[in-house]
């Protein structure tokens, strides 16, 4: 009877040990799901972890770093690479782009020939904004004084930075000159020295006159290449080389400048910015000898065979000299140098004088509209003209003690000796300095 007892009470004994072992697993899970809930991130959830992810994080940004650094290394050299690359591409185009300019400015001066000819040229015309009551008889004055045009500094940039430097006041001389001429050149420059004038520019036609420039401290200027110019510039004659002045100044105008064109057979005394009015777009030395051929005169021609109307008065003035001529920068001035180039590119055998006075005093008619400048003369004892100091200051004790501003040997063909005696007698006080000097030529 013992043994199934015994088989019966083991049984037993496993079935309440495996109870209690359900039981456990089943708190165990029951404990772990309440945890679960209550501590979602378990019980290391503090420093540890946070250290963990820290750590994580560093390596991560400590990777992203190593390969900016050398991103960044790749794309320096790139970049020193591509910079000399568009250095290289800007000085091409900034070569380029000078030639074009120039390309440009001479396509204008053609266009602009083309439609003065055609008569389609734009007028620009300054006008008052306001209409304007006349005032009481004796007291109303026309407009004289025209206003300057915007400078244009694009232009001829290397220009207006030359003129940066010698202009004073906005102005200054400028006489054209190639080596045919370097010996009168020598006088100019010495006397304008000697008078203490800054504001002066030789614009050198040839290689020869910017080395005696750069040996004699003058400033000067040399112009961008230009076949035809430069053709002229080099070999031409006094007549040529004086036509060139009108095209070479437009650009000293549309700079803003006033410019005092001046030849060279120009011996200078005094300053004459000390001595220009600036109230009109042209002033002028004239090639008259007196007041009358100067300043204009009422001349009675005579013509018999009309009989009780043989006698017609006309009005006659003394021409201006083109080659001492101050210019505002004005409208109507760079208007007259552009009809004046215009005209003597088409027809280079007549002469630059002549043209000069003809577009600056012709009135407006059928079939031809006027130039519309104001103009002065300058007074003729002190913009003196050779004619003037041979013909009668010399033979005049009061006039002799005339100091002028200038003397112009434009009279005489013997031009360097005779400018050098105006040296001796005004700077050195040689008094008989023009006695071996005929009044006119042999």
């Known amino acids: 009877m013992a043994g199934p007892i015994s088989r019966r009470s083991t049984n037993t004994s496993r079935s309440v040990l495996r109870s209690r072992i359900s039981v456990a697993i089943l708190i165990g899970i029951i404990l772990g799901c309440i945890f679960a809930v209550l501590y979602p991130h378990g019980f290391f959830s503090g420093d540890s972890y946070s250290d963990s992810r820290f750590q994580s994080h560093r390596l991560s940004k400590s990777n992203i770093q190593v390969h900016l650094v050398n991103s960044e290394f790749i794309i320096k050299c790139e970049s020193t690479e591509r910079v000399n690359m568009l250095k290289s591409d800007i000085e091409d185009l900034s070569n380029t782009n000078d030639e074009l300019q120039k390309q440009i400015r001479d396509l204008n001066e053609k266009l602009r020939a083309v439609e003065q000819k055609n008569g389609q040229a734009e007028q620009q015309v300054v006008v008052v904004s306001d209409p304007q009551q006349a005032g009481p008889f004796g007291t109303v004055k026309g407009i004289r004084t025209n206003p300057t045009v915007l400078p244009d500094e694009a232009v001829n940039p290397r220009l207006a930075k030359i003129l940066e430097k010698v202009a004073v006041k906005n102005e200054l001389i400028v006489s054209l000159a190639n080596s045919n001429v370097k010996p009168m050149l020598e006088v100019w420059a010495s006397s304008i020295k000697r008078s203490s004038i800054h504001n002066y520019l030789v614009v050198a036609l040839d290689d020869g006159i ?127 140098l552009d009809r004046v180039a215009d005209r003597l590119s088409r027809d280079p055998s007549e002469w630059d004088q002549a043209v000069f006075n003809e577009e600056l005093f012709f009135p407006s008619h059928p079939g031809y509209i006027g130039l519309h400048a104001s103009k002065r003369t300058m007074d003729h004892y002190l913009f003196m003209n050779s004619k003037v100091l041979f013909k009668e200051v010399r033979k005049d004790d009061d006039l002799k003690r005339l100091k002028p501003v200038i003397v112009h040997v434009n009279y005489h063909p013997d031009k360097l000796p005779r400018m050098e005696a105006v040296v001796e007698f005004y700077f050195n006080g040689k008094q008989d300095a023009f006695d071996m000097f005929p009044d006119g030529s042999d």
Not at 231 to 240: C, V, Y
Not at 292 to 318: C, K, L, Q, S
Request: charged residues 25%; glycine residues 8%.
């Open 210 to 336: 910017v080395d005696f420039c750069k040996e004699n401290n003058v400033p000067f200027y040399t112009r961008d290449p230009d076949e035809e110019i430069d053709s002229i510039g080099k070999t031409g004659g006094n007549h040529q080389v004086s036509g060139l002045k009108f095209r070479i100044l437009r650009e000293f105008l549309q700079l803003g400048y006033g410019v005092l064109l001046s030849d060279l057979d120009i011996v200078y005394i005094q300053n004459p910015f000390d001595h220009i009015y600036r109230d009109s777009d042209v002033e002028s030395m004239s090639d008259g000898h007196d007041n009358m051929t100067a300043y204009g005169y009422n001349d009675v021609f005579d013509e018999p065979a009309m009989g009780w109307a043989r006698y017609v008065h006309t009005m006659r003035i003394w021409v201006y000299n083109s080659g001492f001529f101050y210019l505002r920068p004005t409208l109507p001035a760079i208007e007259l």
